[in-house]
């Protein structure tokens, strides 16, 4: 299965190219293009209503958009319960207070959407392709960040983790305080690497993640970058080119999107300044013509026609 992410400055049409990739693509493959986007349009660029459920528009072509906030949800719930049976030893401790508090945590919206990608990237097996619509660069670039910088966290919690354990052997034994006439009862603390169930999880989770990083940086995984012939586009483009560079992620094509004949000098000049940004990578025009205002299905059929198969 290949899977394409399309990324952008809020307003340059990324769900449009997106939509109309899928659809052209879908006429040799089973496709299915999800969006990632809270203000998400892709219901409408269709004519139809989509949700999380999915929305089929042919036997080829489904639809998809993503709740964040229950997403949020669900994940903030998830992560709690297993923070809880980790550390119900420290229930003394009252830790509820902790748990009520990590919705407003900063990265919550950004793990829930990485959570998602990971759940159709693992579940979707009836397709061929996957695209993903993204948000605006920012958190774009944050959520796709993720996997790596999680793995660098995990590795240095994974070794704080074994040198504890390593530390138990000076321990030996814990006894609780006991009572007038009552046997003693001797209590065991785990400092056997494979009897600790929180570095068990650190490694599961290091497994996950070297997983799903193997992907994004995979041969299988395309990000396309689109943009406007204008200066403002032109600058955020260049600040994620640059990130996903930095990330080792594979932007593999940049979209000039809404080329006019004004405005054609301009957007040449984005175009060179874009390549050096990302040198090698190729560049494709989509005209902004009358045909935006004739109806959404000559929209789609023109684009369709100007990008061309290139996945």
Not at 21 to 44: E, F, M, T, Y
Not at 64 to 84: A, C, W
Not at 190 to 196: F, I, L, N, Q
Not at 198 to 205: G, K, N, S, T, V
Request: aromatic share 8%; net charge neutral; proline share 4%.
């Amino acid at each position: 299965m290949k899977f394409l992410f399309f990324t952008g400055k809020g307003g340059v049409g990324k769900s449009t190219i997106a939509a109309a990739w899928g659809r052209q693509i879908s006429r040799r493959a089973r496709v299915l293009v999800q969006s990632l986007d809270p203000a998400h349009n892709l219901g409408d660029i269709f004519g139809v209503t989509a949700d999380s459920g999915g929305k089929k528009i042919s036997d080829t072509l489904t639809i998809q958009e993503v709740d964040l906030k229950k997403l949020s949800r669900e994940y903030l719930e998830r992560e709690t319960r297993v923070l809880g049976e980790t550390y119900r030893y420290l229930q003394v401790l009252n830790l509820d207070d902790y748990f009520s508090v990590l919705k407003y945590s900063p990265g919550i919206e950004e793990y829930a959407l990485l959570t998602s990608i990971e759940r159709t990237l693992n579940a979707q097996t009836g397709f061929d392709y996957v695209i993903f619509d993204t948000p605006p660069t920012g958190l774009t670039l944050r959520f796709l960040a993720l996997p790596s910088v999680t793995l660098t966290w995990i590795d240095r919690l994974i070794r704080i983790r074994e040198t504890i354990l390593e530390k138990r052997y000076t321990i030996g034994k814990i006894r609780r305080p006991m009572k007038a006439g009552e046997t003693p009862v001797e209590e065991r603390l785990a400092y056997d690497p494979g009897e600790d169930a929180i570095l068990e999880r650190l490694r599961a989770l290091r497994e996950n993640y070297n997983r799903l990083n193997g992907l994004l940086r995979g041969a299988d995984c395309s990000v396309v970058l689109v943009f406007n012939p204008d200066l403002l586009s032109l600058q955020e483009s260049c600040r994620l080119a640059e990130g996903l560079a930095e990330l080792h992620l594979p932007l593999r094509l940049l979209v000039n999107n809404k080329v006019t004949e004004r405005n054609r000098e301009m957007a040449e000049r984005v175009e060179q300044a874009l390549q050096k940004a990302a040198p090698g990578v190729p560049v494709e025009r989509v005209p902004l013509s009358e045909a935006l205002y004739e109806g959404r299905e000559t929209v789609l059929y023109r684009i369709d026609n100007d990008i061309g198969e290139r996945f």
